[in-house]
């Protein structure tokens, strides 16, 4: 954890899944402090990952087997979710355990967040659409045509967790990929936050890639929140971390220049106050 401190200069993590899978699974929040996984969780279960699109689609397409089309990246979500209500209904009844099953009640509660992977303007409507029927909190992950149908989703009221804008047009879902997406979200009303789907972009480019979203149109101040304060109060952690306020954990990065410019080093990391990394 010392040595991703140094080299990232992140203080929180939010390790999830990656997006071959329609459902990934749950995932938790860490802290990069300590040398346990126990001293590190501050979500034990933060959100749920399910995905849309490309990805789920060509790695079961390669194998022979269901998804191949995003038509059935929709139905095996559905049935899942189905299934979830159902066992739930006969809990009693049923005394089959299914460890599957259990990690989505949370998820059909509205307890747990979704984090819906989803680039084409297709698929984050269909995201939509699965949250409205079962009743989810979802959050929209990449979001990369969101640009394109911004009112509606500003009426939807998602968080867009948007990126990696950075970076090659390497899909097809990807050919609309630009950094003005997160100026234009935020224009329509969009709460946003910005992400480099590490390792896809290293996570240390975070503040470039804030950077470049003010090139294209994103005010400063809000940039600076979308990679502090937003991300934390969608994740339902700002009462700890995001800002700096009293009372608050106290974890912050202090560099030698203004945080966007591309030549601004890490001079301080602190943890809780501690001072944990120090150039």
Not at 115 to 128: E, G
């Amino acid at each position: 954890m010392k040595a991703y401190r140094k080299v990232y200069q992140c203080n929180y993590k939010l390790p999830m899944y990656g997006s071959a899978n329609v459902i990934g699974g749950q995932f938790a929040t860490i802290k990069t402090k300590g040398i346990r996984i126990d001293e590190m969780i501050v979500q034990k279960c933060a959100s749920m990952k399910v995905a849309f699109g490309e990805n789920p689609k060509r790695c079961y397409d390669a194998k022979k087997q269901s998804p191949s089309t995003r038509m059935a990246t929709a139905a095996i979500l559905r049935e899942y979710l189905f299934k979830t209500k159902n066992y739930m209904d006969n809990k009693e009844k049923n005394s089959t355990f299914d460890m599957k099953l259990e990690s989505l009640i949370p998820v059909i509660k509205g307890e747990l967040n979704v984090k819906a992977h989803a680039h084409r303007t297709d698929d984050i409507f269909t995201a939509i659409r699965i949250a409205k029927e079962f009743g989810l909190k979802m959050t929209l992950e990449h979001c990369t045509e969101g640009h394109l149908i911004a009112d509606e989703l500003a009426k939807e009221g998602l968080p867009a967790i948007v990126g990696p804008s950075f970076g090659s047009k390497s899909k097809v879902e990807l050919r609309e990929k630009t950094f003005e997406t997160a100026a234009l979200l935020h224009k329509a009303g969009v709460k946003i936050a910005i992400m480099t789907d590490h390792p896809v972009i290293p996570v240390h480019h975070l503040p470039m890639c804030a950077a470049l979203a003010v090139r294209a149109g994103l005010d400063e101040e809000t940039a600076l929140k979308a990679i502090t304060i937003n991300p934390a109060e969608i994740l339902g952690i700002s009462d700890r971390v995001g800002s700096l306020e009293v009372n608050k954990d106290a974890d912050i990065v202090i560099f030698d220049k203004h945080p966007f410019d591309i030549q601004a080093k890490t001079r301080y990391v602190l943890i809780e106050g501690k001072v944990v990394f120090e150039r």
